[in-house]
């Protein structure tokens, strides 16, 4: 099982380009989440998924935006990037009431 | 906001001591108070968790402190190793574990 995938593991994009990251999980997991982290402010949520179909907003949504047509994909779209999106982002899931397994990242810089 | 404070931000431990590192929150909705640990170059991954109705968890080197009436929880690692240097995040989730929010982490590195 590769767990949970997400691509590309690096970006760069100039200011007001647009891109999709990508998270796909491979456990049937109902629950997926978008994290950024940054230094000195741990991990923030993004937008979470409790299922195909439905999508709600975490703590730091702006900017962001989510949808959720299958169980295994959710993935992340920035519309206009802005230099305050530099960040490493993580793409997570879970059964619910369980521990959240976590992709291995996708480092964006926008310049 | 920062529902969950976490300290310090970083500790420098030798090896064979105890490295502590406290969390505390403020919504007593969580249910549910998980620690992550993180490599460079990988996601967290989860270390050890515990629920509200228990005072303490432990398994191998590592402890779970919980005082619900004070809220806060506190993870100790004994014997600490060189391998146990990462990133540890303290976090708490509620409404079924769907969101959980993290404290700001603390950068764990343990002296040979």
């Known amino acids: 099982n590769a767990g949970v995938t997400q691509t590309p593991k690096f970006q760069v994009l100039k200011t007001g380009q647009s891109m999709t990251l990508q998270c796909a999980q491979d456990?049937?997991?109902?629950?997926m989440s978008w994290y950024r982290q940054d230094p000195g402010m741990g991990l923030r949520l993004i937008h979470y998924s409790v299922g195909a179909g439905i999508t709600d907003q975490g703590e730091v949504p702006n900017g962001y935006n989510v949808s959720r047509s299958t169980t295994e994909d959710f993935p992340l779209r920035l519309l206009s990037a802005a230099p305050s999106q530099t960040s490493v982002y993580f793409c997570?899931?879970?059964?619910?009431?369980?521990?959240?397994?976590f992709g291995n990242g996708t480092r964006l810089t926008v310049t | 906001q920062q529902q969950v404070k976490q300290s310090p931000q970083s500790l420098i431990v030798q090896k064979g001591g105890i490295s502590i590192i406290n969390c505390a929150y403020e919504?007593?909705?969580?249910?549910?108070f998980p620690w992550y640990q993180q490599f460079p170059g990988k996601g967290p991954a989860l270390l050890i968790a515990?629920?509200?109705?228990?005072s303490e968890k432990k398994e191998g080197r590592f402890t779970i402190s919980f005082n619900k009436s004070a809220k806060q929880f506190s993870l100790h690692i004994m014997d600490s190793q060189p391998g146990d240097s990462a990133t540890y995040f303290c976090?708490?989730?509620?409404?079924?574990?769907?969101?959980?929010?993290f404290g700001a982490g603390t950068r764990l590195f343990v002296k040979a």
């Open positions: 997570a899931s879970s059964t619910g009431r369980s521990p959240l397994h």
């Open positions: 456990m049937n997991h109902e629950y």
């Open positions: 976090a708490a989730s509620w409404s079924g574990g769907f969101k959980t929010i």
């Open positions: 515990i629920r509200p109705d228990v």
């Open positions: 919504n007593t909705a969580f249910d549910y």
